[in-house]
């Protein structure tokens, strides 16, 4: 190990250490540095706050330096300073700051004297950090995944620069458009006390704020112990009272308390303000309401803001005199929550619970916040692919040790990973140019992670050992093959050798189908066995070879199945050209899953999945767009955010559609053009039991001056009953039932819009009577429904001519090569019956687990030049197979995280990724040795975190508890009167435990039997996700 190596070690363990709780810190910051409150008055929690968007009508730099003032005056780094300033005039004063993104670019800058003084505020509490995400993510279109890692990244950085008094105890969701209860979820288990949002349905909020239940206990999880998290929804979303935004940026008046100034307006400003309070006591119910004063990107003059709420707190607090009842004080999140839960104890207040999420989000009659669901959907695409290439860098980078160019390379990637979970990022709700600068962003991500993987895959198949240099060029030089989604790959394309390395980022061994694009030509694959596979070749539609852009020579796409890719491994595969003729298969093949097509249509007409043959049809069809001024609710236009057709029926694209089938002994393929502009490859596998559809949409023509909205449906011979379920985020499902909500009487002013729902990962529908399920997977976030029993249908692609008018200033028009966007993805169709295991044991949800395991961590394909190399000579020199592990984990176990940390420790998660009662074997509870798990490295000890790493699990406080009062069965009785409402309950509730029990287990007690020296026995829960940091020594790298 080299100087360098040693001193990063020792910097960044130092680091560790500073960033560890102490009890000095302890007794300055959090909870005991809020301000006093009063009995017998309502305690006014003034916040002052600015919501910095990292990325949205500005690039992420325009927004940090303040630059393009024309599009929005707003500048990141004045803020930070401004407020800095303002909070060393007054210790009484307060501030709280989100996104870690921002501070940690403007924390770089700085010098040690600001560093200092920065740390001093944070220390005393008045600047608290709340959030500690690197960016506010979105709860729609986000995956789990990525949401942990993001929020692991930031929370590091705030942990290890702040130490106890930078850490997070709020969860400050203010602007995502909806909320997930998997979100709810992760805050719990990242330890936090309470979670704020800002935004609910307009009707939802009207109920809560009527019945005075904007706040609650979510329980947010059906299989994790200890999920609850106290949750309120904020009274002004997160704006300042009416009149009473005081930034350079606002026109409201200043308090004038000159009483000789013809301006004088103090009490009657005061006045103004304790009405505005006196409204919010009749909402909430405890003496303490919070008031945030701030808005986006405000405190750019932070002395102006102060300067004024200081007037109105010293002049209405006077009033007291005179027996007013309000006392306000700076406060935090934090201080409030903290006043409400005393209160609460000491009232025996109890408070209702919710088990549902907060999606769709409607703002008014006519505005259903659905559209982004599917917005920009090249860059949700391309963001999930950018999940798939982390884990495998970051997993490469631990199984070879790397130095600390490679750990600034991928630190580049976390972050760019950690931009694109923006709720103006991945959303597709950003500006054009902004969307070009994630993508740029993300790029780089690739760019350097690239290097990273190259690196290491070098170290490990290098026979002759490990290289002395630390930091060595790769000695093969392997890329991927970022254009696949159009059937490009420039060195399969100009190489006649070349070699193939697949790696499996999975925690199981995997069989992988690998498709490369290559000119005309007979081409021969060998495994590292000498053993000649099998090769499919099938030609590039016309319509993918004639994609805006693509700029190649292949014409078609040779296929070979990758067998046994064994767990955080790889095998390597030698690929020559033997002939310039393409080979012509014909054979078909027996697949596990059999299409049958209408004669007169073309289309799928049903399929039969082992043996449960379902009726099943799918085609395209599109909504236009509503056109309107927005000036009303009813004028509202679809947008970026809104999704409003113009009539509930959409367009059939059309009735009838060419096929071209192409058999072979892998694949079984149809290619489907449907008009110019639509088409799509239907393929079945040989070892597969799901259809994939690989659809292509656009460039969408521009004759239609309402917008067009494409959707994929899939109509099925189920009674579903009017239900459905989605995935939250990815991870635990939730049930839905058309034209309802389960906690209060909606009124369906728009019957498409307002029944989408986000699907980030998967979407279905069962018969209970037939007990048939079909369920359709995705390969980014999209939104979806079931409008009509035995449907699914998702939206795949959006061109919307008209702005909604909610701050994003722009049509949704996106552009590509001259061109209107043209968008690929590919949904997966997997069914049977959902109650009776299947053949090989497995049930039907746990193939679909496995199935959305495989598809979110693919396989990952590295191409590389031969250098010359006969196979012979290849496979003589260098590893051509490789595994991470000793053994493979058990089937409903996946190593969630592997990444170097700190030091000789590298960060480990477990996770069990299925729900209870969803297989009679593999929903069971299952213990995992780590003992002798890793071939690379051996663990020498490992110490247990909260799931966001910031904090030891056994030095991890109790959360904050509340008192519960109504459970969702209660629901029912509320409109008890109203027929259709209670039938709607009485199908949301029918299987709410069924497959989805409360988990009883005892986290505590669990803890105690873990931990022992020496015992690398780790149990793992349905559902449930444990942390670990890991002490390691590393091995020989590749085995020899």
Same mark, same amino acid.
């Given at each position: 190990?080299?100087?360098?190596?040693?001193?990063?070690?020792?910097?960044?363990?130092?680091?560790?250490?500073?960033?560890?709780?102490?009890?000095?810190?302890?007794?300055?910051?959090?909870?005991?540095?809020?301000?006093?409150?009063?009995?017998?008055?309502?305690?006014?929690?003034?916040?002052?706050?600015?919501?910095?968007?990292?990325?949205?009508?500005?690039?992420?730099?325009?927004?940090?330096?303040?630059?393009?003032?024309?599009?929005?005056?707003?500048?990141?780094?004045?803020?930070?300073?401004?407020?800095?300033?303002?909070?060393?005039?007054?210790?009484?004063?307060?501030?709280?700051?989100?996104?870690?993104?921002?501070?940690?670019?403007?924390?770089?800058?700085?010098?040690?004297?600001?560093?200092?003084?920065?740390?001093?505020?944070?220390?005393?509490?008045?600047?608290?950090?709340?959030?500690?995400?690197?960016?506010?993510?979105?709860?729609?279109?986000?995956?789990?995944?990525?949401?942990?890692?993001?929020?692991?990244?930031?929370?590091?950085?705030?942990?290890?620069?702040?130490?106890?008094?930078?850490?997070?105890?709020?969860?400050? +969701?203010?602007?995502?458009?909806?909320?997930?209860?998997?979100?709810?979820?992760?805050?719990?288990?990242?330890?936090?006390?309470?979670?704020?949002?800002?935004?609910?349905?307009?009707?939802?909020?009207?109920?809560?704020?009527?019945?005075?239940?904007?706040?609650?206990?979510?329980?947010?999880?059906?299989?994790?112990?200890?999920?609850?998290?106290?949750?309120?929804?904020?009274?002004?979303?997160?704006?300042?009272?009416?009149?009473?935004?005081?930034?350079?940026?606002?026109?409201?008046?200043?308090?004038?308390?000159?009483?000789?100034?013809?301006?004088?307006?103090?009490?009657?400003?005061?006045?103004?303000?304790?009405?505005?309070?006196?409204?919010?006591?009749?909402?909430?119910?405890?003496?303490?309401?919070?008031?945030?004063?701030?808005?986006?990107?405000?405190?750019?003059?932070?002395?102006?803001?102060?300067?004024?709420?200081?007037?109105?707190?010293?002049?209405?607090?006077?009033?007291?005199?005179?027996?007013?009842?309000?006392?306000?004080?700076?406060?935090?999140?934090?201080?409030?929550?903290?006043?409400?839960?005393?209160?609460?104890?000491?009232?025996?207040?109890?408070?209702?619970?919710?088990?549902?999420?907060?999606?769709?989000?409607?703002?008014?009659?006519?505005?259903?916040?659905?559209?982004?669901?599917?917005?920009?959907?090249?860059?949700?695409?391309?963001?999930?692919?950018?999940?798939?290439?982390?884990?495998?860098?970051?997993?490469?980078?631990?199984?070879?040790?790397?130095?600390?160019?490679?750990?600034?390379?991928?630190?580049?990637?976390?972050?760019?990973?950690?931009?694109?979970?923006?709720?103006?990022?991945?959303?597709?709700?950003?500006?054009?140019?902004?969307?070009?600068?994630?993508?740029?962003?993300?790029?780089?991500?690739?760019?350097?992670?690239?290097?990273?993987?190259?690196?290491?895959?070098?170290?490990?198949?290098?026979?002759?050992?490990?290289?002395?240099?630390?930091?060595?060029?790769?000695?093969?030089?392997?890329?991927?093959?970022?254009?696949?989604?159009?059937?490009?790959?420039?060195?399969?394309?100009?190489?006649?050798?070349?070699?193939?390395?697949?790696?499996?980022?999975?925690?199981?061994?995997?069989?992988?189908?690998?498709?490369?694009?290559?000119?005309?030509?007979?081409?021969?694959?060998?495994?590292?066995?000498?053993?000649?596979?099998?090769?499919?070749?099938?030609?590039?539609?016309?319509?993918?070879?004639?994609?805006?852009?693509?700029?190649?020579?292949?014409?078609?796409?040779?296929?070979?199945?990758?067998?046994?890719?064994?767990?955080?491994?790889?095998?390597?595969?030698?690929?020559?050209?033997?002939?310039?003729?393409?080979?012509?298969?014909?054979?078909?093949?027996? +697949?596990?899953?059999?299409?049958?097509?209408?004669?007169?249509?073309?289309?799928?007409?049903?399929?039969?999945?082992?043996?449960?043959?379902?009726?099943?049809?799918?085609?395209?069809?599109?909504?236009?767009?509503?056109?309107?001024?927005?000036?009303?609710?009813?004028?509202?236009?679809?947008?970026?955010?809104?999704?409003?057709?113009?009539?509930?029926?959409?367009?059939?694209?059309?009735?009838?559609?060419?096929?071209?089938?192409?058999?072979?002994?892998?694949?079984?393929?149809?290619?489907?053009?449907?008009?110019?502009?639509?088409?799509?490859?239907?393929?079945?596998?040989?070892?597969?039991?799901?259809?994939?559809?690989?659809?292509?949409?656009?460039?969408?023509?521009?004759?239609?001056?309402?917008?067009?909205?494409?959707?994929?449906?899939?109509?099925?011979?189920?009674?579903?009953?009017?239900?459905?379920?989605?995935?939250?985020?990815?991870?635990?499902?939730?049930?839905?039932?058309?034209?309802?909500?389960?906690?209060?009487?909606?009124?369906?002013?728009?019957?498409?819009?307002?029944?989408?729902?986000?699907?980030?990962?998967?979407?279905?529908?069962?018969?209970?009577?037939?007990?048939?399920?079909?369920?359709?997977?995705?390969?980014?976030? +999209?939104?979806?429904?079931?409008?009509?029993?035995?449907?699914?249908?998702?939206?795949?692609?959006?061109?919307?001519?008209?702005?909604?008018?909610?701050?994003?200033?722009?049509?949704?028009?996106?552009?590509?090569?001259?061109?209107?966007?043209?968008?690929?993805?590919?949904?997966?169709?997997?069914?049977?019956?959902?109650?009776?295991?299947?053949?090989?044991?497995?049930?039907?949800?746990? +193939?679909?687990?496995?199935?959305?395991?495989?598809?979110?961590?693919?396989?990952?394909?590295?191409?590389?030049?031969?250098?010359?190399?006969?196979?012979?000579?290849?496979?003589?020199?260098?590893?051509?197979?490789?595994?991470?592990?000793?053994?493979?984990?058990?089937?409903?176990?996946?190593?969630?995280?592997?990444?170097?940390?700190?030091?000789?420790?590298?960060?480990?998660?477990?996770?069990?990724?299925?729900?209870?009662?969803?297989?009679?074997?593999?929903?069971?509870?299952?213990?995992?040795?780590?003992?002798?798990?890793?071939?690379?490295?051996?663990?020498?000890?490992?110490?247990?975190?909260?799931?966001?790493?910031?904090?030891?699990?056994?030095?991890?406080?109790?959360?904050?508890?509340?008192?519960?009062?109504?459970?969702?069965?209660?629901?029912?009785?509320?409109?008890?009167?109203?027929?259709?409402?209670?039938?709607?309950?009485?199908?949301?509730?029918?299987?709410?435990?069924?497959?989805?029990?409360?988990?009883?287990?005892?986290?505590?007690?669990?803890?105690?039997?873990?931990?022992?020296?020496?015992?690398?026995?780790?149990?793992?829960?349905?559902?449930?996700?444990?942390?670990?940091?890991?002490?390691?020594?590393?091995?020989?790298?590749?085995?020899?």
């Amino acid at each position: 190990m080299t100087d360098l190596r040693l001193l990063l070690v020792f910097v960044t363990t130092l680091a560790y250490v500073i960033g560890a709780p102490t009890s000095i810190e302890a007794e300055a910051c959090g909870y005991k540095s809020c301000h006093s409150i009063k009995d017998g008055f309502v305690n006014v929690h003034i916040v002052a706050h600015t919501h910095d968007d990292v990325g949205w009508l500005k690039t992420v730099d325009q927004y940090y330096y303040g630059s393009k003032t024309r599009i929005q005056h707003a500048g990141v780094q004045y803020i930070l300073e401004s407020v800095l300033s303002a909070l060393q005039r007054d210790p009484k004063r307060r501030f709280i700051y989100v996104e870690t993104a921002f501070l940690w670019k403007w924390w770089k800058q700085q010098h040690d004297t600001v560093k200092h003084q920065f740390r001093k505020l944070i220390r005393n509490g008045q600047l608290e950090l709340i959030g500690g995400a690197w960016s506010m993510n979105d709860e729609a279109t986000t995956h789990y995944h990525s949401i942990i890692d993001q929020f692991t990244w930031g929370l590091r950085k705030l942990n290890e620069t702040f130490g106890y008094c930078g850490r997070p105890k709020i969860g400050w +969701q203010i602007d995502p458009f909806g909320h997930s209860r998997e979100m709810a979820s992760i805050f719990a288990q990242l330890g936090f006390d309470g979670l704020f949002l800002g935004r609910i349905d307009y009707q939802d909020k009207k109920v809560r704020f009527g019945t005075r239940t904007p706040e609650m206990i979510w329980k947010a999880s059906q299989n994790l112990g200890n999920s609850s998290l106290f949750t309120s929804v904020m009274y002004n979303t997160y704006s300042p009272p009416p009149g009473f935004c005081f930034d350079v940026l606002c026109e409201d008046d200043p308090i004038i308390d000159d009483k000789r100034s013809p301006e004088y307006n103090a009490p009657k400003r005061v006045q103004q303000f304790l009405d505005y309070v006196k409204n919010m006591t009749k909402v909430y119910t405890t003496n303490n309401v919070l008031v945030t004063m701030g808005e986006d990107f405000t405190y750019q003059d932070a002395h102006v803001w102060f300067k004024n709420i200081d007037k109105l707190m010293l002049h209405a607090n006077q009033l007291q005199a005179n027996g007013s009842k309000y006392n306000l004080i700076y406060s935090t999140p934090s201080c409030y929550l903290k006043a409400v839960h005393e209160e609460s104890k000491k009232r025996n207040l109890q408070y209702p619970t919710k088990t549902d999420d907060f999606f769709p989000y409607g703002s008014d009659s006519h505005a259903f916040w659905t559209g982004y669901f599917t917005s920009k959907p090249t860059i949700k695409r391309f963001e999930r692919l950018g999940n798939n290439f982390l884990q495998v860098c970051k997993q490469l980078y631990a199984l070879t040790d790397l130095g600390p160019e490679d750990w600034a390379d991928l630190n580049v990637m976390r972050e760019a990973m950690g931009v694109m979970q923006h709720h103006d990022a991945v959303t597709g709700t950003e500006k054009e140019h902004v969307a070009h600068d994630y993508a740029r962003i993300l790029s780089r991500g690739f760019d350097e992670c690239q290097f990273t993987s190259a690196t290491a895959l070098s170290k490990i198949i290098d026979k002759a050992g490990i290289k002395s240099d630390p930091n060595p060029s790769p000695s093969i030089p392997f890329e991927s093959c970022l254009l696949s989604n159009m059937s490009q790959c420039a060195l399969t394309e100009n190489n006649p050798k070349f070699l193939a390395t697949i790696y499996n980022p999975l925690s199981r061994p995997v069989n992988h189908y690998v498709r490369l694009p290559v000119p005309n030509g007979t081409y021969k694959v060998t495994d590292g066995q000498g053993k000649e596979l099998t090769v499919q070749a099938i030609p590039i539609p016309e319509t993918i070879a004639n994609i805006p852009g693509r700029y190649s020579k292949a014409t078609q796409e040779i296929i070979f199945l990758a067998e046994s890719l064994p767990p955080l491994g790889f095998k390597s595969y030698y690929v020559a050209k033997t002939s310039s003729e393409m080979a012509s298969v014909t054979e078909e093949s027996v +697949q596990p899953v059999q299409l049958s097509l209408d004669e007169n249509s073309g289309l799928l007409s049903d399929i039969n999945f082992s043996g449960n043959k379902i009726q099943v049809t799918q085609n395209f069809y599109f909504y236009q767009g509503a056109v309107g001024n927005n000036e009303v609710a009813e004028n509202r236009s679809s947008g970026a955010y809104i999704f409003r057709p113009n009539g509930t029926v959409p367009f059939t694209i059309s009735k009838k559609v060419v096929n071209k089938k192409y058999n072979g002994k892998l694949v079984n393929e149809i290619h489907q053009v449907f008009n110019e502009w639509t088409s799509q490859i239907i393929r079945t596998y040989n070892q597969e039991n799901f259809v994939e559809f690989d659809w292509l949409i656009g460039p969408i023509p521009r004759g239609n001056v309402n917008g067009v909205e494409v959707i994929s449906r899939y109509s099925t011979n189920l009674k579903s009953e009017s239900t459905f379920y989605t995935d939250s985020n990815g991870r635990e499902l939730l049930k839905r039932v058309r034209n309802f909500r389960p906690t209060w009487r909606v009124n369906m002013t728009e019957p498409v819009a307002s029944n989408y729902y986000p699907v980030t990962s998967k979407i279905l529908i069962r018969d209970p009577n037939e007990d048939l399920e079909v369920a359709v997977l995705t390969d980014r976030a +999209q939104g979806g429904t079931s409008l009509n029993d035995g449907e699914i249908e998702l939206m795949v692609h959006r061109n919307c001519l008209h702005d909604d008018a909610f701050g994003v200033g722009e049509s949704l028009d996106e552009m590509a090569f001259g061109k209107r966007l043209v968008a690929r993805g590919t949904h997966y169709v997997i069914g049977g019956s959902y109650i009776k295991p299947a053949k090989g044991g497995k049930s039907l949800a746990a +193939q679909e687990r496995d199935l959305a395991q495989r598809k979110l961590l693919q396989a990952w394909t590295f191409v590389a030049p031969t250098n010359g190399l006969s196979y012979q000579e290849y496979s003589s020199k260098y590893v051509m197979e490789y595994s991470g592990l000793q053994r493979a984990l058990p089937d409903n176990v996946q190593i969630l995280t592997l990444e170097p940390w700190y030091g000789m420790n590298f960060l480990l998660r477990l996770e069990h990724y299925l729900e209870k009662n969803e297989d009679p074997i593999l929903s069971q509870p299952v213990t995992v040795n780590l003992k002798d798990l890793f071939s690379a490295f051996e663990i020498l000890s490992y110490r247990e975190t909260t799931l966001g790493a910031n904090q030891w699990l056994d030095e991890n406080h109790h959360r904050l508890s509340f008192n519960e009062s109504k459970t969702a069965e209660d629901l029912v009785h509320r409109h008890e009167n109203d027929p259709l409402w209670t039938e709607g309950v009485k199908r949301w509730l029918r299987d709410q435990t069924d497959g989805n029990g409360v988990n009883d287990y005892n986290r505590e007690s669990h803890q105690k039997k873990f931990g022992s020296p020496g015992n690398f026995m780790v149990t793992l829960n349905p559902m449930e996700i444990r942390t670990f940091v890991i002490d390691v020594k590393m091995l020989k790298v590749n085995n020899l």
